[in-house]
């Protein structure tokens, strides 16, 4: 995932050639006259859906008092940005941070994307202990072979799919830009999720600029919906409009918390960035690190997955996340975890 910023944080006659003023609201329309999802064209119009973050959200609207899950996601994202920014209003757990024997312990999720065009250094990351969520770009020359492995290995697996960012860096053919006809759109996202199979989600590889256009994230969040796919946005701006898509078409969809690696090859910046996810998790229950295929991460990131259970983290594949909200539409994940503090 290429250019991110360091963190600390309808009609068919509508498609016919030519540009588009946005290719999301046209493809939207596309979806809906084709079938690609049943229903897609009311929650288009009708500006509704479910609640999509899916490990943290209810389907059912919100409602007032203590157990309003909204406030509880309002919470959590307040910490998160706390952590951050090393607010000294957060306060770590007891005990050096070493959650309570009585709670739940805290997840951390680690997703590797980027993976498959470098095989030497996919087969390396397979190989760490786990259990990882590793995810595929498309256009990897044995991305099949590789991600078969990878789900042989106990990895969940998923498709990064290249979308337009801001800024002249190339995200990679076929991918999926605001310029395009509906036609054309639709044609690349298809094309890319035909690539290999046996996924359970999609994240963004680098879209900055697309991620911010909500008609073009709902284009493809119906999509993802339709295939029974969740969406991982990697959050490469803080403009993105996926949360809102998501929710209008009531596809799931998990944030990322913590970038171990952007903009940098260091290790000593990645272990940083590792103690961070844990604090994070400590605080809010769970934290989603996102890292890449490079040399300094696999230093930094091999001795940690061995270490963290012993210092009271549980590793956690992203479908655990996603199962859990499946699990119970009643009831958050976060009544499972640690309370919030603020």
Same mark, same amino acid.
């Given at each position: 995932m290429m250019g991110k910023r360091r963190s600390r944080r309808a009609r068919p006659r509508l498609l016919k050639p030519g540009r588009a003023g946005n290719a999301g609201i046209i493809a939207s329309f596309a979806i809906a006259f084709a079938g690609v999802m049943a229903g897609a064209m009311s929650a288009y119009l009708g500006q509704h859906g479910a609640s999509a973050r899916a490990a943290l959200e209810e389907t059912r609207p919100a409602g007032r008092g203590a157990d309003n899950p909204a406030l509880r996601v309002s919470a959590r994202d307040r910490i998160v940005q706390a952590v951050l920014a090393d607010d000294s209003l957060v306060r770590l757990s007891a005990s050096e941070g070493r959650p309570s024997a009585t709670r739940a312990r805290p997840k951390i999720v680690v997703v590797i994307d980027d993976l498959g065009l470098d095989s030497a250094m996919t087969e390396r990351f397979i190989a760490l202990p786990g259990p990882l969520t590793l995810s595929f770009l498309p256009y990897g020359g044995s991305v099949g072979a590789l991600a078969a492995r990878a789900r042989n290995a106990g990895a969940d697996v998923m498709l990064h799919l290249p979308m337009e960012p801001l800024g002249e860096a190339d995200p990679g053919p076929n991918a999926l830009r605001l310029g395009m006809t509906g036609a054309d759109f639709l044609k690349n996202l298809e094309w890319n999720l035909a690539q290999f199979d046996g996924y359970i989600g999609v994240n963004n590889h680098m879209g900055s600029r697309l991620t911010a256009d909500r008609a073009a994230m709902k284009t493809v969040l *119906?999509?993802? %919906? =339709? &295939?029974?796919?969740? !969406?991982? $946005?990697?959050?490469?701006? +803080?403009?993105? /409009? =996926?949360?809102?898509?998501?929710?209008?078409?009531? +596809? &799931?969809?998990?944030?990322?918390?913590? !970038?171990? $690696? /952007?903009?940098? &090859? $260091?290790? $000593?910046?990645? %272990?940083?960035?590792? %103690?961070? /996810?844990? &604090?994070? =998790?400590?605080?809010?229950?769970?934290?989603? *690190?996102?890292?890449?295929p490079y040399e300094t991460t696999l230093e930094a990131i091999g001795p940690w997955l061995t270490t963290a259970p012993a210092r009271g983290f549980e590793i956690v594949a992203i479908s655990s996340l996603v199962d859990a909200e499946r699990r119970s539409m009643e009831r958050p994940v976060l009544a499972e975890t640690p309370a919030l503090r603020l």
């Open positions: *119906a999509y993802l %919906k =339709a &295939r029974d796919l969740f !969406f991982l $946005d990697s959050v490469t701006t +803080a403009q993105t /409009a =996926a949360r809102s898509a998501a929710a209008s078409v009531g +596809a &799931r969809i998990v944030e990322r918390d913590v !970038f171990l $690696d /952007a903009g940098t &090859r $260091d290790v $000593d910046y990645v %272990k940083g960035q590792l %103690k961070l /996810a844990e &604090r994070i =998790a400590l605080e809010t229950g769970y934290a989603v *690190a996102i890292g890449h």
